[in-house]
C-alpha cells in the first residue's frame, strides 16, 4: 500500500492549491479518508474527512474554504484548498483507514505568505 501526496507548494495568502493523493498496491475501497496537517511545534491535526458513505467533514478552521474529494478512477484523493491563510502553512498528509488499518503519504508542504 502507497501513497503518494502531490501539489504542495508556496502561494500568496489568498490564493488556492489543489493537493492530491495517490493510492496504489490495493483498491480504493476504505473505512475512510482524509487529510490531516501538522504544523511545527503542533500535533497533527484532521483537516478534512470523508467515509466509505460519502459524508465529510472538515475543521471548523478549513469550513467552507477547503473541500475533499474523490478522484472519478477512485483511487485519487483530493483536497481543494482556497481562500488561504498564512495560518494554513503545514505539511499535509493524506490518510486511508482500510480495515482499521491507519495509512500515510508522505507530506506535501504547504506555505503561505503573508
Known amino acids: 500500500v502507497q501513497l503518494q501526496a502531490s501539489g504542495g507548494g508556496l502561494v500568496q495568502s489568498g490564493g488556492s492549491l489543489r493537493l492530491s493523493c495517490a493510492a496504489s498496491g490495493f483498491r480504493f475501497s476504505f473505512d475512510a479518508v482524509g487529510w490531516y496537517r501538522q504544523a511545527p511545534g503542533n500535533q497533527r491535526e484532521l483537516v478534512a474527512g470523508?467515509?466509505?458513505?460519502?459524508?465529510?467533514n472538515y475543521a471548523d478552521s478549513v469550513k467552507g474554504r477547503f473541500t475533499i474529494s474523490r478522484g472519478n478512477a477512485k483511487n485519487t484523493l483530493y483536497l481543494q484548498m482556497n481562500s488561504l491563510k498564512p495560518e494554513d502553512t503545514a505539511v499535509y498528509y493524506c490518510?486511508?483507514?482500510?480495515?482499521?488499518?491507519?495509512?500515510w503519504g508522505q507530506g506535501t508542504l504547504v506555505t503561505v505568505s503573508s
Open positions: 490518510n486511508v483507514i482500510v480495515g482499521g488499518v491507519w495509512f
Open positions: 470523508l467515509d466509505s458513505g460519502g459524508s465529510t
